[in-house]
């Protein structure tokens, strides 16, 4: 079949999907005492995996909404399943952040993770090869088999390396995924059969389908992509799974895990279902600022660090599905790049909640106060962090935030205004959150605790950066996005073609 | 030399990546040498800005494009005119005087390289907040100030009411910047641009007719962004009802009440609505909010710092008060004279406050003025200074805050309309103003030391880094009036309004011509103000004990007063408690914790069997997991294989 040649030189996703797999299994052969070994190894794995990556940032071509760095193989002929994989303006920025963060991941956990290392990492690089399977499919049969394929090794990290509550917490996860992901089967046969037996996402984005089957294949895929997301109110999984899971897993579930309903919405449901989208934009807009609202006030009631901060993520990943749903170019630009910063700024966030709980063992947010007095580097480091996640200008979570709510309130005026007001929520319970953790005086149970480490600054360092680079500079990212997302636009909305300035003055003419 | 005026904002963030990077290993307490230098040569760099602007050479360009989605897009980008020139004035020159007090005033602080670092970084926020030629830009800027002056306020972070007071500036700031938001995305919605140039041509052709629908009105849209964006000004700038944070801010340490909630970023809303008015005038309903906020706000704050005896806290009250004015001249459309008042404002209130922390650094950080007394025999700069700046303040001719102040109310009393309410409230309250300005001059300087005499002993003039600049804002406090003379004064002496033709190009050319009006409001004004001060002289001076016999006399009056209102009581009461009741007991408690787990789905329950049967699978052994894994990676090897073969086929 066809093969579009790679401008790296060399086929690069194929390499980033297989390379940490195949490291995971060269793992498997090693004797589990050698913890060194397999640490080493996996850190090497990951830094491999993220430099073979970077091409795709490098040689990507931004003026189109192709796919690109196409591989495209006949695999299973009978059935007309294809190892068809690439990436577009969407996905591409989704593989580098989560190359990025499983070398994060490796490194958190160097010290933290002392019980079953092998099988620990193993999971991990499992993980990565999944997920950036799960980006790069555009088969619909490939992409169900990662997206399924990742649901195991993650179970098993926040079942066998969580915390006291990890059993419930994994099942609950599984079980939550898992029948989303069964009506998504269903929906994914529904189109096979009715496309003439093709899994080829590209071709049924393009065709055409009856209104009511449209409707009954959102729902479908919703059931799949709300739970992942999650959106109110099938979010309750999350807090438990993010407040038991490891470090590694809360990071990987909040950078990436969780952006692939977003994705998933962004991929299938607007493209194929196109005139449903755009009957249920208005649901879908309420659910978002449900979320953002009360995501935000539960969070103020939160005495669990983690969970605190998983709450908050319930509220901002309202903010991107309100962006995607506004169905305009800003709002939906602003809801991928927020989806990129929230995967930052909240996986940092559990880094540094990792740092601190790898010395005090406590999640309490009690157990915490005067944390800048002894930890002042750290406090330096969460600071900044807290006010990405607030949107403070400057930061990337500003530029996000701005354009869905830009995105949002032209689309709808009162989405748009009351969902402005998560920005006086959210500096609420973060800025407490601060103040209970790091001002007012010292906790006695802190005393003697040493400042972050090189190790733990390395792991920040390149989350800080991004917050920065995407604050200052975000059309080093958006400008992956627009042909993309017009392409998206055009589809959802062929006559207005999404320029929310024509729009809204179209209303007082 | 063209480009010399990105140095202005460039320097002080330089300073402080410096010290916030290396300040607390190897920097430590030579912070300063890093501060002071970048905001003295910024300050430099801004006067020969400010030099080439009166020579007629505006800056406005982009400097690089920050965000484009679709069709919006917005730059980076400076607009430095007459109004920003201004502002380049008072921020870079209190700023620096502010580096160099707190040299003398912070020594020995364990966080002295943080304070010099934020108080960089501070000015860096304020630079672009003024200087931006966008909406996002300001907001960004107006963020970022916010941002400082919540380190600042928390910078005594271990004290709890410290970090109290700075999470709460911050969070009722965002209140008013909700607004605000909501007003700069009606602005792009409405102009399809943010670019100040642009919008402002635009507007009366633009906006002129247009309505929206609001709740089943009809609003005109100018009405209606001008409210939004009022609404951010009224946060920034502590205006009724969000003025609560700004006396609590007075937690921060002295130097950021002066720089910070005095001079500067508490004018940035006064200088927004200036800046904004080819659309704010467009709207006589949201002109009249402004000035009614304002002249309000001047009134009530005033009555409140009549009875305190925080000096910290009667200077903020103070300064809520002087805003008031200023949003007063603004709601007439006297932004001019709004603007005069923000710059003179600047120089004695900056003073005050870096008065009252001259004094307090001898008192050993006491603030109670009940305990003071008597000090101008220990504290000859700081007792002259101080007098300077209570005299501007109350608006006693030939003082700076004489000049602004008189031309505030008289444009408002020659306004008419609601006008003569206006200039009504804003008499009644320099009446106020005097009095309460020199019972606090009064209590702490004259009569006996009240503060015990283990204190009386440590009682000394504070040293020479402290008191020049005190010295130099007392010249601003006597001088810097004189740019703006009224009519019936010019005329006399052959000179016209410099400060006012300077800003005609902004706020368009408002002909001036001596009415024989002005003269007899100009006789009102200094009457009250010297009536203020003869009440306060009685009762602090010459009769002692007439203020207790008052408070007895008037009991409720006083205890309303002394409680501010009980505004703070209310926002608890109505905000804050019910938002944590709603978290902890609705939303928490039964409806995440109950309602949704248990109706929407019966998937907890499912949980609950399946895991017990799980849990026999679950027995830790690693056996288990590794068969789970292996099931993984066999699907892997299982794809791979099949791939190979198809490839090869």
């Known amino acids: ?509 | 030399m063209d480009h010399l005026y990105l140095l202005i904002p460039a320097l002080p963030l330089l300073g402080f990546i410096i010290n916030i990077t290396l300040g607390r290993g190897l920097i430590k307490d030579k912070a300063h040498l890093v501060a002071i230098p970048a905001v003295f040569l910024s300050w430099a760099a801004a006067m020969y800005t400010v030099a080439q602007v009166a020579g007629g050479t505006i800056v406005s360009r982009d400097f690089y494009t920050w965000i484009v989605s679709g069709g919006f897009s917005v730059s980076a980008g400076f607009l430095i005119d007459q109004l920003t020139a201004v502002m380049l004035v008072v921020v870079t020159t209190v700023s620096l005087l502010v580096h160099i007090y707190s040299t003398g005033y912070m020594r020995g602080d364990k966080g002295f390289y943080r304070f010099f670092a934020y108080l960089n970084l501070f000015t860096f926020s304020m630079l672009m907040l003024i200087m931006s030629n966008n909406f996002l830009q300001l907001y960004f800027g107006w963020e970022a100030v916010g941002l400082c002056s919540y380190f600042l306020i928390g910078f005594w972070y271990e004290k709890k009411s410290a970090a109290d007071a700075g999470k709460k500036a911050f969070i009722v700031n965002r209140f008013g910047d909700f607004g605000f938001g909501l007003g700069v995305f009606m602005i792009f919605l409405t102009f399809g641009t943010l670019h100040y140039g642009p919008v402002f041509q635009s507007a009366p052709g633009v906006l002129a007719g247009k309505t929206v629908m609001l709740f089943g009105q009809s609003v005109p849209l100018a009405t209606l962004i001008s409210l939004l964006l009022f609404c951010g000004a009224v946060g920034k700038s502590a205006q009724l009802p969000l003025h609560v944070w700004l006396p609590d801010a007075m937690e921060g340490p002295t130097p950021v009440s002066a720089l910070i909630h005095a001079a500067t970023m508490v004018t940035a809303g006064v200088f927004m609505v200036a800046r904004c008015n080819p659309i704010f005038s467009l709207s006589p309903l949201a002109m009249a909010v402004v000035g009614l906020t304002g002249a309000v706000t001047a009134l009530f704050a005033a009555t409140i710092a009549l009875v305190q005896n925080d000096i910290k806290r009667i200077i903020a009250y103070s300064t809520i008060s002087q805003l008031g004015y200023m949003f007063l001249a603004c709601g007439v459309g006297a932004y001019g004279a709004g603007i005069f008042h923000l710059y003179t404002h600047a120089f004695f209130k900056a003073l005050l406050f870096l008065g009252a922390g001259s004094v307090m650094h001898s008192m050993q950080g006491e603030l109670d003025v009940q305990k003071m007394g008597g000090l101008k025999k220990y504290m000859p700069v700081t007792y002259w200074t101080f007098l300077a700046a209570s005299l501007s303040i109350s608006g006693i001719p030939g003082f700076a805050g004489f000049f602004s102040k008189d031309e505030i109310l008289w444009k408002a009393y020659s306004a008419g309309g609601i006008g003569t309410l206006l200039w009504v409230l804003g008499t009644l309250a320099a009446l106020l103003t005097a009095f309460y300005s020199f019972r606090l001059f009064f209590l702490a300087f004259h009569g006996k030391f009240r503060g015990g005499h283990e204190l009386e002993h440590h009682l000394h003039e504070s040293p020479k880094s402290m008191t020049m600049p005190l010295t130099i804002l007392g010249m601003g406090a006597v001088a810097a009036g004189w740019v703006g003379l009224p009519p019936f004064i010019g005329n006399a002496l052959g000179v016209s309004n410099t400060f006012g033709a300077f800003l005609a190009p902004v706020f368009g050319n408002i002909t001036e011509s001596a009415a024989s009006g002005e003269i007899m409001i100009t006789g009102i004004s200094v009457a009250v103000a010297l009536l203020g001060i003869l009440i306060a002289a009685y009762m602090y001076v010459w009769k002692p004990g007439a203020a207790t016999a008052l408070k007895e006399k008037l009991p409720a009056v006083h205890k309303v007063l002394w409680n501010k209102y009980y505004v703070d009581e209310l926002y608890n009461f109505i905000i804050v408690k019910p938002a944590f009741w709603t978290a902890r007991n609705f939303i928490a408690g039964t409806s995440d914790g109950k309602v949704i787990e248990g109706v929407v789905n019966g998937v907890p329950r499912a949980i609950d069997s399946f895991g017990r049967k799980l849990r026999k699978l679950q027995t830790g052994m690693l056996q288990d997991y590794a068969a789970i894994m292996a099931f993984c990676i066999f699907a892997f090897i299982a794809a791979a294989l099949v791939f190979w073969k198809t490839m090869g086929g």
Not at chain 1, 199 to 225: G, V
Not at chain 1, 429 to 451: A, H, I, T
Request: charged fraction near 10%.
């Open chain 1, 1 to 509: 079949m066809v093969n579009l040649g790679y401008a790296a030189g060399y086929p690069v996703l194929s390499t980033i999907i297989f390379l940490p797999v195949i490291a995971a299994l060269a793992i498997g052969l090693i004797k589990k005492e050698k913890t060194g070994l397999i640490k080493v190894l996996s850190l090497i794995t990951s830094l491999l995996v993220f430099a073979a990556s970077v091409p795709l940032f490098i040689f990507f071509d931004k003026t189109t909404a192709n796919m690109q760095f196409v591989e495209w193989y006949s695999w299973i002929p009978p059935f007309n399943i294809d190892y068809h994989v690439g990436v577009d303006g969407i996905s591409v920025l989704f593989v580098l952040l989560s190359t990025l963060v499983i070398i994060l991941c490796v490194l958190i956990s160097w010290n933290s993770v002392k019980d079953k290392v092998k099988e620990f990492y193993m999971a991990l690089l499992l993980i990565e090869g999944a997920m950036i399977g799960v980006f790069c499919s555009v088969d619909f049969f490939l992409f169900y088999v990662f997206w399924e394929a990742m649901l195991i090794p993650m179970y098993l990290i926040i079942g066998v390396w969580g915390g006291p509550n990890r059993l419930y917490a994994a099942i609950k996860f599984f079980l939550y995924t898992l029948v989303g992901s069964v009506l998504m089967l269903v929906g994914i046969i529904a189109l096979y059969l009715h496309a003439g037996r093709d899994f080829d996402i590209q071709h049924l984005a393009n065709m055409k389908y009856p209104l009511s089957m449209q409707m009954w294949l959102f729902w479908a895929f919703f059931a799949a992509f709300a739970v992942k997301v999650p959106m109110f109110p099938v979010h309750t999984w999350l807090p438990d799974a993010h407040t038991e899971a490891p470090t590694a897993g809360s990071v990987i579930l909040a950078a990436v895990l969780i952006k692939m309903g977003a994705y998933g919405f962004l991929r299938f449901s607007l493209p194929m279902f196109p005139d449903a989208s755009r009957a249920m934009a208005m649901p879908m807009m309420v659910l978002s600022v449900i979320a953002i609202i009360y995501g935000g006030i539960v969070c103020l009631a939160q005495t669990d660090l983690k969970r605190l901060i998983a709450y908050s993520s319930v509220s901002h990943m309202g903010f991107v599905t309100l962006g995607i749903f506004a169905l305009n170019v800003q709002g939906m630009e602003g809801g991928i790049l927020q989806m990129l910063n929230h995967g930052i700024v909240t996986g940092a966030l559990f880094l540094c909640v990792g740092i601190i709980y790898d010395r005090t063992h406590s999640r309490q947010i009690s157990d915490y106060g005067g944390a800048a007095t002894v930890l002042p580097v750290y406090a330096g480091l969460f600071m900044l962090f807290t006010l990405a996640a607030i949107g403070l200008p400057g930061t990337n979570g500003f530029v996000g935030e701005f354009l869905i709510l830009l995105g949002g309130f032209t689309a709808n005026k009162a989405a748009g205004a009351i969902a402005a007001t998560g920005i006086i929520i959210g500096a609420g319970y973060m800025l407490w959150l601060y103040q209970r953790m790091f001002f007012q005086s010292v906790n006695p149970k802190l005393e003697g605790f040493s400042d972050i480490s090189a190790r733990e600054f390395i792991t920040l360092a390149p989350m800080a950066a991004l917050v920065f680079w995407i604050g200052f500079y975000p059309d080093a990212f958006l400008s992956f996005l627009h042909p993309s997302v017009q392409a998206i636009i055009n589809r959802v909305q062929p006559a207005a073609g999404g320029n929310a300035v024509a729009d809204f003055l179209r209303l007082f003419a």
